[in-house]
T-cell receptor, first 111, second 121 residues
Framework: DAKTTQPTSMDCAEGRAANLPCNHS???????VYWYRQIHSQGPQYIIH???NNETNEMASLIITEDRKSSTLILPHATLRDTAVYYC????????????FGKGTKLTVNP | GAGVSQSPRYKVAKRGQDVALRCDPI?????LFWYQQALGQGPEFLTY????????KSGLPSDRFFAERPEGSVSTLKIQRTQQEDSAVYLC???????????????????FGPGTRLTVT
């Protein structure tokens, strides 16, 4: 089962920051948080990952709380092309290599 | 460069027919994954290959589902005697190293194909 909880849907105005929360209260000390997104009719695409420090790349920023029980993905200037389902994933460390997706957050960026 | 490709992109099968779905991973990628995505749901893991070895098939829903990767590159997911509940998008992903995620301080992501939409009527 997915180890994360995300809101079902969110809206954001074009050009504004989109902040997508994720709760992962049972995360263990060596588990990473990964974010993928899935644009309609495409396969999921990797965005960013982190362990305990905040991370930033050309797509987004990831803010992880000090207790690591939650995180926020930030798209600093959302565009219409960022409309997608965003998945927050805590990597299963039980010997399996799989990604366990939940239902994700459907982000709609409005003009 | 070329990404992960899947064929066919769309498949309609009558209940009871057998289907074969193909995945061409990125060249040289060691790991290959299959996922099933029902409408409105996130992808669910089916099976994992490291080269030609099928190391995890815990997600295959029944013995009607069979996957192979005989030469460690192209993979085929076969579904026998299809049923309506098999209707879904089947996603393939590959990774350059064993597994994916962070290993030895280096990150390896899963690269996904566009999926095959299977409709069983």
């Amino acid at each position: 089962d997915a180890k994360t909880t995300q809101p079902t849907s969110m809206d954001c105005a074009e050009g504004r920051a989109a902040n997508l929360p994720c709760n992962h209260s049972t995360i263990s000390g060596n588990e990473y948080v990964y974010w993928y997104r899935q644009i309609h009719s495409q396969g999921p695409q990797y965005i960013i990952h982190g362990l305990k420090n905040n991370e930033t790349n050309e797509m987004a920023s990831l803010i992880i709380t000090e207790d690591r029980k939650s995180s926020t993905l930030i798209l600093p200037h959302a565009t219409l092309r960022d409309t997608a389902v965003y998945y927050c994933i805590v990597r299963d460390q039980g010997g399996s290599e799989k990604l366990v997706f939940g239902k994700g957050t459907k982000l709609t960026v409005n003009p | 460069g070329a990404g992960v490709s899947q064929s066919p992109r769309y498949k309609v099968a009558k209940r009871g027919q057998d289907v074969a779905l193909r995945c061409d991973p990125i060249s040289g990628h060691v790991s290959l994954f299959w996922y099933q995505q029902a409408l409105g749901q996130g992808p669910e893991f089916l099976t994992y290959f490291q080269n030609e070895a099928q190391l995890d098939k815990s997600g295959l829903p029944s013995d009607r589902f069979f996957a192979e990767r005989p030469e460690g590159s192209v993979s085929t997911l076969k579904i026998q005697r299809t049923q309506q509940e098999d209707s879904a998008v089947y996603l393939c992903a590959s990774s350059p190293m064993p597994g994916s995620g962070v290993a030895g301080g280096v990150f390896y992501e899963q690269y996904f194909g566009p999926g095959t939409r299977l409709t069983v009527t």
